[in-house]
């Protein structure tokens, strides 16, 4: 079977580089609304089944698609892609010395068979100061990044005091749990 990553992230790309697969980027424009009414905890899971949906009308019998979407939320509340700068400082002073839960919902189909999970890990920032803050969002411009941030840069090395499950699940997809799925298909 060949496989379509239905996603522009860099870091998904190299995620499923790393577990040592071919694929084929295929992204088609998704509506990533949602009824507020959903738990907060579902969010990332019905993100990614739309964007699958979206590009399973065009999947060859041959292909199976991998899509993905990472909520971050706290307080019962998710902290999605900053849109300035001012965004970023606020939800990075609200992770602050506290504990958040990062979710990602995965699907994987073929035009057959669909596989639907979400994973969530938790993260616990040690305080920020506004120095800090300051430097990570003026350096790495988190813009593109759930929650203002990545484990994978500056701040996860110097702020994240520990995080219980899936490290690769931080960065925007459960490897593991990936891997499991495509073992379905063999």
Known sequence: MK???GS?????KDLLTLLG????????????SFPQTIPVTE????IAEKKANDILCDLQDDEIVICADTTVVIDNHILGKPINRA???AMLQKLSGREHHVI??????????KICFS???KVMFKPLNEEEISYYVDTYAPYDKAGSYGIQEWIGG????WIHGSYNNVVGLPTHEVYLALKEFE
């Open 158 to 161: 110097t702020a994240i005091q």
């Open 119 to 121: 994973v969530t890990t």
């Open 43 to 46: 969010v990332a899971q019905l």
């Open 87 to 89: 965004e970023a400082i």
């Open 21 to 32: 697969y071919e694929f084929e980027i295929r992204v088609k424009e998704t509506d990533e």
């Open 104 to 113: 990602t919902g995965v699907v994987v189909c073929s035009r057959y068979k």
């Open 3 to 5: 496989i379509i990553l």
């Open 8 to 12: 522009k992230s860099p870091r998904r």
